[in-house]
C-alpha cells in the first residue's frame, strides 16, 4: 500500500503548504495589537475608556484581526455621530415647534417655565433630568410646565384667603 505522502508530488505539495502556512502565519495577537482603533473624542462625543478595554478583550477574545476591529470602532463611531446629529436636528425641529406656537411670546414662556422649575424643583434633580434628557424645550415639556405655571399663578395664595391665627389665651385671659 501506498501512502500519498510517499508519493513525491505530494511530498512537494505538502512541504511548500507548510512553508506557506508557516511564512503567513500571523503574529500573536495581545491586547496592544488593538493600540489604534481610532476612537477618538470629538464634540459631544465622549469614549468610555471602560468600554474601549472591554472592546479590545472581546476583539482579542475572538481573535478578531486589528484591522477588523478598527472597523467594528469606525462603525461604532460613525452610528454614535448619526445619532447625536439626528437628535440635534430634532431638537431643532422642537424649537421650529415652539416657535411656531408661542411666536414673540416664546422667550417669555421660557423665562416662566424656567421660573416655575425654580420655584417648583428646589433641589434642580427634575431640571438636570430635562437637560440630561434634552427634553428642556420639547412642546409637550414646555406646554406642560407653562400650564403649571398658569394655575399657580391663578390659585389664589393659602395665606392670602387665609385668617390671622386665633390669639393664644395666656391664663389672664380666664381671670
Given at each position: 500500500?501506498?501512502?500519498a505522502h510517499?508519493?513525491p508530488?505530494?511530498?512537494?505539495?505538502?512541504?511548500?503548504?507548510?512553508?506557506k502556512?508557516e511564512?503567513?502565519?500571523?503574529?500573536?495577537?495581545t491586547?496592544?495589537?488593538?493600540?489604534?482603533?481610532?476612537?477618538?473624542?470629538?464634540?459631544g462625543?465622549s469614549?468610555?475608556?471602560?468600554?474601549?478595554?472591554?472592546?479590545k478583550?472581546i476583539?482579542?477574545?475572538?481573535?478578531?484581526?486589528?484591522?477588523?476591529?478598527?472597523?467594528?470602532?469606525t462603525l461604532?463611531?460613525?452610528?454614535?455621530?448619526?445619532?447625536?446629529e439626528?437628535?440635534?436636528?430634532?431638537?431643532?425641529?422642537?424649537?421650529?415647534?415652539?416657535?411656531k406656537k408661542y411666536?414673540d411670546?416664546?422667550k417669555?414662556?421660557e423665562?416662566?417655565?424656567?421660573r416655575?422649575?425654580t420655584?417648583?424643583d428646589k433641589?434642580?434633580?427634575f431640571?438636570?433630568l430635562?437637560d440630561?434628557?434634552g427634553?428642556?424645550?420639547h412642546?409637550?415639556?414646555l406646554?406642560?410646565?407653562?400650564?403649571?405655571?398658569e394655575?399657580?399663578l391663578?390659585?389664589?395664595?393659602?395665606?392670602?384667603?387665609a385668617?390671622a391665627?386665633?390669639k393664644?389665651?395666656?391664663?389672664?385671659?380666664?381671670?
Amino acid at each position: 500500500m501506498v501512502c500519498a505522502h510517499d508519493i513525491p508530488i505530494c511530498k512537494i505539495t505538502l512541504f511548500s503548504l507548510k512553508k506557506k502556512a508557516e511564512e503567513s502565519k500571523e503574529p500573536e495577537l495581545t491586547i496592544d495589537s488593538y493600540a489604534d482603533l481610532g476612537f477618538k473624542a470629538e464634540d459631544g462625543i465622549s469614549i468610555n475608556e471602560d468600554s474601549v478595554k472591554s472592546f479590545k478583550e472581546i476583539a482579542l477574545k475572538h481573535k478578531i484581526s486589528p484591522e477588523a476591529a478598527k472597523e467594528i470602532a469606525t462603525l461604532q463611531m460613525d452610528s454614535t455621530r448619526k445619532q447625536q446629529e439626528d437628535f440635534k436636528a430634532l431638537q431643532k425641529s422642537w424649537e421650529a415647534e415652539n416657535q411656531k406656537k408661542y411666536g414673540d411670546n416664546l422667550k417669555n414662556v421660557e423665562t416662566n417655565v424656567a421660573r416655575v422649575l425654580t420655584e417648583l424643583d428646589k433641589s434642580g434633580e427634575f431640571a438636570k433630568l430635562l437637560d440630561l434628557a434634552g427634553a428642556k424645550k420639547h412642546p409637550a415639556t414646555l406646554a406642560f410646565l407653562k400650564s403649571i405655571g398658569e394655575q399657580l399663578l391663578e390659585k389664589p395664595s393659602v395665606n392670602a384667603n387665609a385668617t390671622a391665627p386665633a390669639k393664644e389665651k395666656t391664663l389672664a385671659d380666664f381671670y
